[in-house]
């Protein structure tokens, strides 16, 4: 079987976590996680902190509370997206619209979201789908017009670029995830939240200390620890920091390996167009191979497809069912413009096995069994009319 995707594991996790628990030193903010939280900062090129998180959904749910998301606000996001990215803020009585995405990136269409903005809007959340930056100068140029914040949900984006500027530091706050599905991992579940806007500093660390000062109080610039906000737990247990930090340090390479094997899907598949259409970017864009996807004609061929791979042992999956059509996003979204694309689109997407450490050879046999579905069922398949 060739899975979809499999963990990532690059040598020195066990070390690190064996040392961590050799040091008893367990609870989170302690040395793993000041390692890995300025490794973030380097992969990033910034001197904005780093806060590891227990989840990218905690982080984003911290971006909910220090913007201050209460009962009535608005937030614009893509309805393409993971549940986490809206729920932060509906948590916090916010109601969030959706705008529709573009079909080649799969991201926020920066042109539709103007005609979202009212009066109560607060914010805006751009995706990075597929490790794949959002249109970030318009989003900003927006944002700064109508005094809204910016939350770069990067969960799938770490080492992703975007004008040679990494993605996650352009934005107010950025979120990323260490999920074991993700591109870098703490062991299962983690994340981080990047503080791009100083002001929100102080507030963040008081915020996942659970509303206290402890931490002026550990650096000696207050005398006793106490309460003075709202806050909650949002540390990361220095295991998983530990496990995390053997990832980070061989960022570069767990990059190289997953770049060239996206390269190799795409070299291959785009000889199967136009059944199959493969992704195709701008050259100011620089992204960490998180995924490969390839785009089918519909959504029932792309059942086929899927069910065609099974039968040969090869394990593909369709991403995210747009959100504004879910029970909950009935309830609490409301989608603005026409879905042109968020719903078709995303009904086109199969995505292929990619993991750090794929063979070749795996690989092509992916490549092969597409091939052969489609020689197989060329007379069912029309040929898609180019919507550019
Ligand atoms: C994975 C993911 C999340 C959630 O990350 P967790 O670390 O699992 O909480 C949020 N948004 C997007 C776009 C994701 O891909």
Redo the contacts with the bound molecule.
Sequence with gaps: MIDFTKVTLVGNEERYVLQAMKEKSLAGDGYYTKQCENAISNLLNTEAPTLLTP????A?EMAAVLINISEGDEVIMPSY??V??ANAFILHGAKVVFVDIEADTMNIDAKKIEQAITEKTKAIVP?H?AGVSCAMDEIMTLAQKYSLYVIE?S??ALMSSYKSTPVGTRGHLA?F???S??NYTSGG???CLVINDQSFIERAHILREKGTNRRNFIQGTVDKYTWVDKGSSFLMSEIQAAFLLGQLEKAHEINRDRNKSWDLYSDELKKLAPQVEIPSYKNNIKHNAHMFHIKVENKEIRASLINYLKSKNIQSVFHYVPLHSSPAGMRYSTFIGQDIYTTIESERIVRLPLWFGISSSEQRYVVEQIKSFFEKNSHNCFHRQSNK
């Excluded at 989840?55 to 905690?58: K, Q, V």
């Design positions: 989840s990218c959904t905690a984003l997206t993971f986490s990215t995706v789908y949900d969960a799938q979120a995830s260490f999920h599905t993700k579940e983690g994340g």
